[in-house]
């Protein structure tokens, strides 16, 4: 498939109705106008936690750099072994991990080594000190103590060759790979510059903490549950505040936004009438769609762009915007980093231990609280109260329930797909 060169093009290409948008359509839709950003650093591994390599890495030497030994005991000629009953060698030296024996062993002689200690030239071997037992000036090794020649050996280069690719561009960097860096000598890496995400929260109600409220007015608290979204996915961000429903405050604003940014995230004004009003600016000031996703919660959502920078406009309900961070923004911005495993987070099957009441038609991601069950497996229940504005129930929650838009009414005991929420970000 082509990518479409306007958003229109691809929308209709796909034969898109914008009111009743499947959450794996938009997913789809929206993927195809990613491109990962191009700028890269250099920084030393450990500020490479978290961040995406830009470059492969190529290791510059063999680990481990010698055969070694995987146990304490000791290093000997498998030939030297009887077949069948114990043998006796002389000590002919030491090799600890860093002080390898000097020179080769003599046949009919054992080493005492450690592990990670260097091989003996001539030794292929190791016998676990378990199975020898220390003798006048050597070892007595028991019948049968190793099976076959090699044992207990560990083979240089058996992590890494030497000019091997050990991570592909795109690779995620984690603990793990921190190690494995360090592990090959290389100390600076490069990596994809960090995202710029600007946001802001839409609505003449909303006060910022700090500030008393009048009759009437809410605090603002999706700038924080986005804050900690977009701060643990590692991006950059710029906190634009609370911008009132004026139409030329909020042009000013997205304009500032998509010039200052890779990515404009707003929460607030995409619901019916709100919507056609930033309609007409999204016109003005770029090509943006505005969907009514078959989801609950989440329904009304905005994707496009705003000269060069991506736009979500996210629903004003505290629970649909995390719903719609996590369904749509977080895998987007993963590939905007420039990750390149970026699939969608794993579901998995759980028993219900309640019934859930739900008409068919969208899918829904409902709060779940998921507990070991007394059979070995999980089950899982609603947090209760659904609504989108119950902002607590996020906090309950550890997963979603999540509930295609075919599923009805579910059964207690009945299976059902879970997402844990932690992991999520
Ligand atoms: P809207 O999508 O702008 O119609 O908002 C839907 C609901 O979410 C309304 O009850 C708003 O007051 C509420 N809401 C919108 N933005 C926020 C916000 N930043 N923090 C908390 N609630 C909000
Ligand atoms: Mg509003």
């Known amino acids: 498939m082509t990518t479409p060169r306007t958003l229109r093009e691809a929308s209709c290409a796909d034969d898109y109705d914008p009111n009743s948008m499947p959450v794996d359509r938009a997913r789809a ?8 950003v191009a700028a890269t650093e250099r920084v030393h591994v450990r ?53 390898p024996f000097a020179g080769e062993l003599a046949p009919g002689t054992a080493v005492r080594i450690f592990t990670g200690g260097v091989m003996p030239q001539g030794a292929d071997t190791v016998v676990m000190q378990e199975r020898a037992t220390e003798v006048d000036g050597g070892v007595r090794i028991a019948a049968g103590a190793v099976t076959r020649a090699g044992q207990n050996r560990r083979f240089a280069g058996e992590d890494v060759k030497a000019g091997q690719v050990v991570f592909r561009r795109g690779q995620p960097v984690r603990p793990a790979e921190l190690g494995m ?5 290389v100390n600076e890496v490069t990596v994809y510059r960090r995202l710029r995400v600007a946001f802001f929260s839409t609505g003449d109600e909303l006060k910022s903490i700090g500030t008393p409220l009048a009759e009437g007015e809410i605090y603002d608290s999706n700038r ?24 030329e405050t909020l042009e000013h604003a997205f304009a500032t936004a998509a010039a200052n940014a890779d990515v404009v995230i707003t929460s607030g004004g995409v619901s019916v009438g709100e919507a056609d009003f930033v309609k007409q600016l999204m016109d003005k000031l770029g090509e943006v769609l505005f969907w009514k996703i078959a989801m609950k919660p989440g329904r009304p959502l905005a994707y496009g762009r705003i000269g060069t920078a991506h736009f979500f406009g996210l629903p004003g309900n505290p629970v649909s915007v995390m719903v719609t961070f996590y369904q749509f923004v977080r895998d987007a911005l ?16 759980a ?14 991601f409902q709060r779940g609280i998921l507990t070991p069950a007394a059979d070995g497996g999980y089950e899982v229940r609603t947090t209760g109260d659904q609504g989108s504005g119950i902002l607590s129930s996020m906090s309950q ?19 059902v797909d879970v997402q844990l929420l932690e992991g999520l970000l």
């Open 29 to 36: 839709l929206i993927r195809q106008f990613l491109t990962p």
């Open 47 to 99: 500020a490479a936690l978290d961040r995406v390599l830009a470059e492969d890495v190529v290791s510059p030497i063999a680990v481990p750099g010698h055969d070694n030994s995987a146990m304490d005991g000791w290093a000997v000629r498998f030939a030297d072994l009887a077949p069948d009953g114990e043998t006796t060698l002389p000590r002919s030296g030491e090799s600890f991990a860093g002080r």
């Open 181 to 185: 860096i360090a592990s090959l000598g």
């Open 224 to 247: 924080y549950t986005l804050y900690g979204m977009l701060t643990r996915l590692g991006c950059e961000i710029v906190d634009m505040g609370v911008v009132p429903d004026v139409p």
């Open 334 to 349: 993963l590939v905007l980093q420039g990750r390149a495993d970026v699939v969608p987070v794993p579901l998995f099957r």
């Open 351 to 364: 028993t219900l231990a309640a019934p859930i009441r739900k008409v068919p038609g969208r899918t829904e």
């Open 397 to 415: 929650a550890n997963c979603f329930i999540v509930l295609s838009a075919d599923t009805g009414n579910v059964a207690a005991g009945e299976t």
